[in-house]
């Protein structure tokens, strides 16, 4: 079993800025994040392995996301930038004894998901 808490999200303009945090309790697990837009499906955004390693990215934020891990707290981060209105959406954390996937089928744990607004 493992709980994830988001935080981070929020409402700011086109071109700005954010950092959205995953914690975790329980063992390590695969983590990648996901988003919802109003009236789409989920679809994945970025994840990263147990270890901090191996990152990878959707084509859409790619050069624009960065996610990375602080092992030792168990806390994935995707740091967000030159964000653009297409971002918004509900932003998911989730996690998956699978490494590197970017099916939200193969993740087992959710956490309740942050909402990112970007306004142009």
């Known amino acids: 079993q493992v709980h994830l808490v988001e935080s981070g999200g929020g409402l700011v303009q086109a071109g700005d800025s954010l950092r959205l945090s995953c914690v975790a309790s329980?063992?390590?697990?695969?983590v990648g994040w996901f988003r919802q837009a109003p009236d789409k499906e989920r679809e994945f955004v970025s994840g990263?392995?147990?270890?901090?390693?191996?990152?990878f990215y959707a084509d859409s934020v790619k050069c624009r996301f960065t996610i990375s891990r602080d092992t030792a707290k168990n806390t994935v981060f995707l740091q967000m930038d030159s964000l653009k209105p297409e971002d918004t959406a509900i932003y998911s954390c989730?996690?998956?004894?699978?490494?590197?996937?970017?099916?939200?089928?193969?993740?087992?744990?959710w956490g309740q998901g942050i909402q990112v607004t970007v306004s142009s």
């Open positions: 329980g063992r390590a697990y695969h």
């Open positions: 989730g996690a998956t004894e699978v490494a590197s996937k970017k099916s939200r089928h193969l993740y087992d744990y």
């Open positions: 990263i392995t147990s270890t901090g390693s191996q990152p």
